[in-house]
């Protein structure tokens, strides 16, 4: 039942943050303003800084749903990832100014949906549950950023904006489904291990119980 609810808070909290928390970044212009004003800081400044900030907190979210309760420091990992992606906006502009990050004429790399794939293809090779968590991440910047400019895989094709109602499916769903890939795969294999491990101990135990009779 507790397992229930955390879910369900968390899919209402996710979708809390794509709905109310894209609207005051990209919508209410009077918000960030006074933000910017109370800081003294630029309002480019601010609106990226709260837009990565919902890129971590969507991450983490995910994961959460992925996982729990199995979560220890990948909650952490989660959030870094989907946030530090936008770290290519200032190697493309080859600048630490805001204004010249957000200024590229194409987006940059790690925006790249193909490259992410390709990445993560790879990735499930070496390690599988890490190869999970770094899809989740990537992959909820990605919807996100594709619901005002679309995906973008590579050479191939960009897509137009995708529609609210898909991007906020997306997020919410995509974690369930990988969920159940995690737990049917990666968490029943690392139990079978344990209990194979255990079930080793005992036996060993019971040899030395006899022997010592």
Excluded at 40 to 63: C, F, K, P, T, Y
Excluded at 132 to 146: T, V
Excluded at 183 to 212: C, G, P, W
Aim: overall charge positive; some cysteine.
């Amino acid at each position: 039942m507790k397992k229930i609810f955390i879910l369900g808070l968390t899919e209402i909290c996710l979708a809390f943050l794509c709905i109310v928390g894209d609207h005051y970044v990209f919508d209410n212009e009077i918000l960030v303003h006074k933000i910017s004003t109370f800081f003294g800081l630029s309002e480019r400044l601010i609106r990226a800084l709260m837009d990565n900030s919902i890129h971590a907190l969507v991450g983490l979210g995910s994961w959460l749903l992925v996982a729990y309760p199995n979560l220890s420091r990948q909650l952490i990992a989660s959030a870094f990832i989907s946030s530090i992606i936008d770290i290519d906006h200032f190697i493309s502009a080859r600048s630490f100014s805001v204004q010249d990050a957000v200024s590229l004429p194409q987006r940059p790399f790690l925006h790249n949906s193909l490259l992410m794939i390709s990445i993560n293809f790879v990735l499930f090779f070496i390690n599988k549950k890490c190869s999970i968590l770094f899809f989740i991440s990537w992959f909820s910047h990605h919807i996100r950023d594709a619901n005002r400019r679309g995906l973008w895989l590579g050479f191939i094709y960009t897509t137009r904006p995708i529609q609210d109602r898909i991007y906020h499916s997306l997020i919410l769903i995509t974690p369930l489904i990988v969920r159940y890939a995690y737990y049917s795969t990666y968490v029943q294999t690392s139990h079978d291990y344990f209990k194979l491990l255990f079930s080793y101990f005992d036996s060993n135990r019971n040899l030395e119980q006899i022997q010592m009779v």
